[in-house]
């Protein structure tokens, strides 16, 4: 099971096997199955088999999209709850009473599942034959990597690869030395300061009587006792006797909630189970964390009245159960499931220890220059010898480190991507277009005060970016935000991207021959909304024809020169052209953790002066919060890991690795240089590097020590 907890949840990990008994396990799979690729494909074989879908007619082969066509007619027609939109379907479905239906959920329950083992199984965790054993971690088991990396063999759903929900669980990149276990626990230090700021010291009558108010019922140290007889001869405290037979003491405004507390009976409206809660509410917020058994001895209570009010508390989120002390891990390291190791702790307190826990850690790190720095981000980029890639699927990983980044259109194929594939080939890029995996286009919108005021052309100086076409949606949003490209209202621009709208993705010539338009006008208008980030192409051949300087239309060649070049130079609107799509609705909290991922991705490390660089139109505060979240759930690592810059500063677990290498063998740095042109990722100089800011142009170019 993958499941995917928010801030909001708190639950046991122990309830979830009872989620399943074995006289549900078959219904429950069954209406599980119905909207899952097992049935469609299992629907499908059925059909063919029973001749109701043929394969092949007329001596020739039905082809699939048809037969597919065909299976969907049949279903909508048979099991009409199936095909249904699952969003109208109120409670179970029905299986009906007929062949093909009875014979698809038999299959997809004892061929595609093991239904019977499952039920075999749940009847043997019943009878106490079978354990479970629950860890809570911040990212999934090994044991789970096989099905969240199967991708489409796993055929969990039918939606595209990148839009499996298995891409939702996140996997790192490298393994470091320590235990997953590990990854984001509080320390002992933070346990222990959390403890002394929290623990209660009264130095006068009225603080203590404050203090029981809170606590509703609690026993009295012994330097408590000078106080507590002076609130007493005032009658402001009481005290009364527990289940164990001790004494606690409670105020005298909480009589009657002390009162249907001990008496399980509910008085003067205050039941016995709101007494409850209120009482372990106030232990838990003035000594955190503590077991069940600790509860029990400060608050005298019955042990079945404390675990039901524990489970109150965590339902409304209060109360968090774990283990956060030393010797509970260690107890628990011996014994997993021995009970009386779980702690429990207010979420507020464990928000403390938490982030005492994170300032430690940040202290641990030492941080380095920006010119190392620099040289750990030559071999992260692939810039260096030793770390370059190869083929088109180095291309694609290139591009998915660096999407969202806009420089050049001319300086993306000679100056950023052979700079970092071994012997860059453009059959590479162009694959990857044609395929649907990459995209390229204008991120951000030029500035423009009246939409319908013409914009410059492109050229081989545009700024554009190369995205993976899967990450455009949120790409788009994290980089305009509410900023919107000018939409002109007439002119050649707006006929096109009426045209492209009504007909969607289409060639120059076909724009030419809807708009009734000159192939020079079309070619000028495609561009120009390229330029205003409105329209993208599935090519790059078309950048490639501006970068090198071909500008001349085949129209406006003689035919004789026309037909001898068409192959070997081809116009500036090669390729198919269609609009930007919208940028997709996400939470705000969500788009800044994607944009961090990427930047993570991109620089290995974060901080302010790096992402100002990029003038992002997520504000650097919503960044910094997401990469706290995710410092908190173990995917990044805080501190101070370059030198002379202000702000926090957050790292992949390996890259952190690799600057405390590069810090030590920095006695002995190498001294041969790479060149970079201006237009490259890597051009900081003036914002990392000390210096004047290079131009980010092609023809400039700037040299860092490897």
């Not at 302010?608 to 919060?625: C, F, K, N, S, T």
């Amino acid at each position: 099971m993958v499941i995917s907890l928010g801030p909001h949840h708190s639950f046991p990990l122990a309830d979830v096997p009872r989620y399943l008994t074995p006289d549900t396990i078959r219904t429950t799979l069954t209406q599980a199955v119905l909207d899952q690729p097992i049935f469609q494909s299992r629907w499908r074989w059925n059909l063919n088999r029973s001749l109701v879908v043929l394969r092949f007619r007329g001596g020739k082969k039905v082809p699939p999209p048809l037969q597919r066509m065909q299976s969907d007619d049949m279903l909508a027609a048979v099991f009409p709850g199936a095909a249904a939109c699952q969003e109208n379907v109120t409670g179970p479905i029905e299986v009906p009473d007929h062949p093909l239906p009875r014979q698809t959920v038999h299959d997809a329950l004892t061929e595609a599942l093991d239904g019977e083992g499952l039920a075999e199984l749940w009847r043997r965790v019943g009878e106490g034959e079978v354990r479970f054993h629950f860890v809570d971690s911040t990212e999934p088991s090994l044991l789970a990597h096989e099905i969240l990396t199967a991708r489409p063999y796993a055929f969990l759903d039918d939606g595209e690869a990148v839009d499996r929900r298995t891409n939702a669980v996140p996997l790192r990149r490298g393994m470091p030395a320590t235990p997953p276990q590990q990854y984001g626990r509080v320390t002992q230090e933070a346990v222990e300061r959390v403890r002394a700021e929290i623990e209660p010291a009264p130095t006068t009558p009225d603080e203590l009587h404050d203090l029981l108010a809170m606590l509703v019922l609690a026993s009295c140290p012994e330097e408590w006792r000078e106080l507590l007889e002076a609130l007493q001869q005032r009658g402001r405290v009481a005290s009364t006797e527990v289940a164990d037979g001790s004494t606690r003491w409670h105020t005298a405004e909480a009589t009657t909630t002390v009162r249907a507390l001990l008496a399980d009976a509910d008085i003067d409206g205050c039941t016995a189970e709101e007494a409850a809660t209120q009482v372990l509410r106030g232990h838990l917020e003035v000594a955190s964390p503590l077991t069940e058994g600790d509860l029990v001895r400060r608050t005298g209570l019955r042990p079945g009245r404390v675990a039901s009010g524990l489970a109150a508390l965590e339902s409304e989120g209060f109360a968090i159960q774990g283990r956060y002390t030393e010797r509970a891990v260690d107890t628990a390291a011996d014994e997993p499931d021995d009970p009386t190791t779980v702690e429990w702790s207010s979420r507020r307190l464990l928000a403390r220890m938490h982030s005492y826990s994170r300032a430690q850690r940040r202290r641990r790190v030492e941080p380095v220059t920006a010119q190392q720095f620099m040289r750990f981000a030559l071999g992260f980029q692939h810039v260096t010898g030793s770390t370059r890639l190869t083929g088109a699927a180095g291309v694609a990983q290139v591009i998915g480190q660096l999407q969202g980044y806009e420089t050049a259109a001319g300086a993306w194929e000679q100056h950023v991507l052979a700079r970092r594939v071994r012997d860059y080939q453009p059959g590479w890029l162009d694959r990857l277009c044609h395929q649907g995996e990459v995209t390229w286009l204008r991120l951000r919108p030029p500035p423009v005060d009246d939409p319908d005021r013409r914009v410059a052309g492109a050229s081989k100086a545009t700024p554009v970016s190369l995205v993976l076409r899967a990450d455009l949606p949120w790409l788009l949003a994290a980089h305009r935000g509410d900023a919107v490209p000018p939409m002109p209202e007439r002119g050649a621009v707006a006929e096109l991207i009426e045209v492209l709208g009504e007909r969607g993705a289409c060639f120059a010539s076909e724009l030419a021959g809807e708009t009734g338009r000159l192939p020079t006008d079309i070619e000028a208008a495609l561009w120009e909304g390229m330029a205003r980030g409105l329209i993208v192409s599935d090519g790059f051949e078309s950048v490639r024809a501006v970068a090198s300087g071909r500008k001349q239309s085949r129209s406006q060649r003689p035919r004789l020169s026309r037909l001898r070049t068409a192959e070997r130079h081809p116009t500036e609107t090669a390729g198919r052209w269609s609009l930007v799509p919208p940028p997709a609705d996400v939470e705000r909290d969500e788009l800044a953790e994607a944009l961090a991922d990427q930047l993570l991705a991109r620089w290995g490390v974060v901080f302010y002066d790096l992402v100002a660089h990029e003038h992002p139109a997520i504000r650097w505060r919503d960044l910094q919060w997401a990469l706290r979240r995710m410092e908190d759930r173990g995917l990044v690592s805080g501190g101070r890991f370059v030198r002379g810059f202000s702000g926090e500063q957050f790292a992949l677990p390996q890259a952190a690795e690799a600057l405390k290498a590069m810090r030590r063998d920095s006695a002995t740095e190498a001294e041969r240089t790479v060149c970079l042109s201006g237009a490259d990722p890597l051009n900081l100089t003036g914002v990392i590097l000390p210096g004047d800011r290079v131009p980010a142009r092609a023809p400039e170019s700037f040299e860092l020590p490897t």
